[in-house]
């Protein structure tokens, strides 16, 4: 038997749908075209194929776009001019609600946050909303900083930036495969 690379999606219906959205209240960091299309060159991977990125410029109106190779010239390139940082409103019922509907019509099966240290809350609410309505979609964040100070004692030994954020993962990674 030959290895696998994993499981293959078979049907349309298998298709992972994952939107991506910046909600930081600053000037989004270095890196983050280079974590948008990172991402969506991984879903355009063969076992993957037919997989969606959907670019959010608004979590509530629903102001989206498919995020595919015509983007391919923003990578490295400073700024976040692909997908501008909008802030997270002040999360309420309403709010929620209008961002459970821009999920379950694009069929999110994840929803990445770009955000800083100090939207972290917001999207901990965010998740908990989704958990408690059964959501099926799955929010995660990845965290930036412009200064690269993002201080997480007790998890990560290190100031956490992109570049760093990418050598420790890495790392965690190559001790899981030993």
């Given at each position: 038997?030959?290895?696998?690379?994993?499981?293959?999606?078979?049907?349309?219906?298998?298709?992972?749908?994952?939107?991506?959205?910046?909600?930081?209240?600053?000037?989004?960091?270095?890196g983050t075209h280079n974590v948008i299309l990172g991402l969506g060159r991984y879903l355009s991977s063969a076992k993957l194929?037919?997989?969606?990125?959907?670019?959010?410029?608004?979590?509530?109106?629903?102001?989206?776009?498919?995020?595919d190779e015509e983007y391919k010239y923003y990578l490295?390139?400073?700024?976040?001019?692909?997908?501008p940082a909008v802030p997270l409103s002040r999360l309420s019922e309403r709010i929620l609600g209008q961002m459970t509907k821009v999920c379950d019509r694009l069929q999110l099966a994840g929803l990445v946050l770009l955000c800083g240290p100090s939207?972290?809350?917001?999207?901990?609410?965010?998740?908990?909303?989704?958990?408690?309505?059964?959501i099926s979609t799955v929010v995660t964040a990845v965290i930036h900083s412009l200064s690269g100070w993002v201080q997480l004692p007790g998890w990560i030994p290190a100031n956490l930036g992109f570049d760093s954020a990418s050598c420790i993962l890495?790392?965690?990674?190559?001790n899981i495969a030993l």
């Open positions: 038997q030959q290895p696998s690379d994993g499981p293959s999606i078979g049907s349309a219906a298998d298709r992972l749908h994952i939107g991506i959205a910046s909600v930081s209240n600053a000037v989004a960091a270095s194929a037919g997989s969606v990125l959907w670019g959010i410029r608004s979590l509530t109106k629903g102001d989206e776009f498919v995020i490295n390139q400073a700024g976040s001019d692909l997908l939207e972290l809350t917001e999207v901990a609410q965010i998740s908990q909303h989704f958990a408690k309505m059964s890495a790392e965690a990674a190559g």
